[in-house]
């Protein structure tokens, strides 16, 4: 199992990132520019095709094995009323992903995609974290190589997601503690939860905020320790692994985009392998992609998490690389070419 042994560790890990491979870039670059088609009309598809080509280091691209992970915990601020279903759902929510009966194990049967749900410790919840640190520097590191060991070396584009109740407070309290503002900029309804709770909800942010401010806009890693959970971390670790072994990831929702953050916050280009798979319809959710200048793939109003989102976006994802290979060139349809 990967080990890091402390928040430096770990950081210099996220400092030492591999590049991605500007030879198949190019090469799909210059397939894209001669396909029977005007040069750029189909859009993202072909940005698509080209940033696979790139992180798998090899051209065409191929998707014979999409990767879904989705890292389950429970949270210790859940006492304060932050959310409208009770932290037992947790636990029942990922019995029924065994039992297929979520929707990510829909669309993980659609996109062709193996799905792994990996539950952290949901007998024990995160620390109350308006009161104390969500985990310590141990545990954080447990969790965040847990999600690093989950990535497996084959596959070919990675999907993350998450299952845990209170977890849009954490994100809410990490993406607030790497950009700035408080509750009001990035809490939002959640699971669902009325007025009354969404007011409980931006207030444990806000006490959060201050009772770790010596964390605040300082360390990413720090933060995220004090602030997140472990399928945060865990999400952060697979991240990571798919970084270093050049593998192209969809983020799904807010919840994992504020996992990840970390690592652009610690390097610019830190999530350059990584594609917003959507915007969801949770609030906070488009201003922490445009701080971290991801434009997302698809807007269809989803605020499920279980990485649905990027399971869904992994379907365009299968479109891009059928139009790149499987497209005639100019020459090969005996049609004429751009004047």
Do not use: Y
Not at 147 to 162: I, K, R, T, Y
Request: proline share 4%.
């Amino acid at each position: 199992m990967t080990r890091f042994s402390s928040f430096a560790a770990l950081r210099g890990a996220c400092l030492d990132l591999p590049e991605g491979d500007d030879a198949a870039a190019g090469a799909a670059r210059a397939r894209d520019a001669v396909l029977t088609k005007p040069p750029g009309s189909l859009g993202r598809l072909e940005d698509a095709a080209i940033w696979l080509a790139r992180w798998q280091g090899r051209h065409p691209p191929r998707l014979e094995r999409i990767e879904i992970r989705v890292f389950a915990g429970n949270h210790g601020v859940c006492v304060h009323g932050v959310s409208a279903f009770p932290a037992a759902v947790t636990t029942q929510m990922v019995d029924n992903f065994a039992r297929g009966g979520a929707a990510i194990n829909q669309l993980a049967a659609a996109a062709g995609a193996r799905l792994e749900v990996i539950a952290l410790d949901l007998e024990r919840p995160t620390g109350d974290f308006t009161r104390t640190v969500a985990m310590d520097e141990a545990a954080f590191l447990d969790a965040v190589a847990t999600g690093h060991d989950s990535v497996p070396a084959e596959a070919e584009l990675l999907c993350l997601g998450e299952m845990g109740i209170g977890n849009t407070t954490a994100a809410a309290a990490v993406a607030a503690a790497l950009f700035g503002g408080g509750g009001a900029r990035f809490a939002g309804r959640g699971t669902g939860v009325d007025d009354a709770g969404l007011a409980r909800k931006r207030a444990a942010v806000d006490a959060a905020l201050s009772t770790h401010a010596a964390v605040v806009g300082g360390d990413p890693l720090e933060a995220a320790a004090a602030l997140g959970g472990r399928e945060l971390a865990a999400m952060l670790g697979a991240a990571l692994a798919a970084r270093q072994r050049r593998i192209p990831v969809l983020i799904d929702g807010f919840v994992a985009t504020a996992a990840v953050a970390p690592l652009a916050r610690l390097r610019r280009d830190g999530l350059d392998h990584a594609m917003a798979a959507h915007v969801s319809a949770e609030a906070g959710h488009r201003a922490l992609l445009d701080e971290l200048r991801l434009q997302p793939l698809l807007d269809l109003g989803m605020r499920l998490g279980e990485a649905s989102g990027a399971a869904a976006a992994a379907l365009l994802m299968r479109a891009a690389v059928a139009c790149h290979a499987g497209m005639a060139t100019f020459a090969e349809a005996g049609v004429s070419g751009k004047l």
